[in-house]
């Protein structure tokens, strides 16, 4: 796992089948692509953030956060 901040962050004209591609550079010198179902994704230019970044150049964010797929709590 990596840790560095978002210097360059743009949308690819092209899709990948039915996936939008994201090309991301951080400042420790990483670049790659981001590959969603939408549009638009949670980070931003000049965010910390942590990643894994395969030999292909595909990046995936470690997620920290509260979802539906890990909420414990049983709301009745």
Do not use: C, R, W
């Not at 395969?54 to 797929?69: I, L, M, T």
Request: aromatic share 14%.
């Amino acid at each position: 796992m990596k840790k560095s901040i978002i210097k360059d962050l743009k949308l690819q004209p092209e899709m990948l089948y039915d996936m939008y591609v994201f090309h991301i550079a951080f400042e420790n010198g990483d670049v790659g692509k981001i590959y969603k179902k939408k549009n638009s994704i949670y980070q931003n230019i000049g965010d910390e953030v942590e990643y894994t970044i395969n030999e292909k150049g595909s990046v995936k964010f470690v997620f920290k956060g509260q979802s539906k797929f890990n909420n414990t709590s049983n709301a009745d």
